[in-house]
């Protein structure tokens, strides 16, 4: 069975860091493009912030990120990392990790075949 399962969300202050995990399970994570995704708020679309594209392993960032956030895998512990620093009150949302195969479009949410339940993260001012 394919799991995705996140850790790592809890309240922050302003200007801090934390690190999102998600662990995969049920397949093997290096063969498949990896992504997180967050939701601002309830009935908000999910904003692809950070992607590591499976065609050429290309990284993305949303502007909203770039520069204070970095997607990293670990291949052989079969996870995937969001490293977030200078933490803002707008970026206080459920984080998603989620994974696809085959896709030339990374960070676009219809591409992705399998997401975590997602983690809390919520920042302070």
């Known amino acids: 069975e394919v799991q995705l399962v996140e850790s790592g969300g809890t309240l922050v202050q302003a200007g801090g860091s934390l690190r999102l995990s998600c662990a995969a399970s049920?397949?093997?994570?290096?063969?498949?493009?990896v992504a997180w995704f967050r939701r601002q708020a309830p009935g908000k679309e999910r904003e692809g912030i950070s992607?590591?594209?499976?065609?050429?392993?290309?990284?993305v960032y949303a502007d909203s990120v770039k520069g204070r956030f970095t997607i990293s895998r670990d291949n052989a512990k079969n996870t995937m990392y969001l490293q977030m620093n200078s933490l803002k009150p707008e970026d206080t949302a459920v984080y998603y990790c989620?994974?696809?195969?085959?896709?030339?479009?990374?960070?676009?949410?219809?591409?992705?075949?399998?997401w975590g339940q997602g983690t809390q993260v919520t920042v302070s001012s």
């Open positions: 989620a994974i696809e195969y085959g896709s030339d479009r990374p960070c676009l949410e219809s591409e992705y075949d399998y």
């Open positions: 049920g397949f093997t994570l290096d063969a498949y493009g």
């Open positions: 992607c590591i594209g499976s065609m050429d392993g290309n990284i």
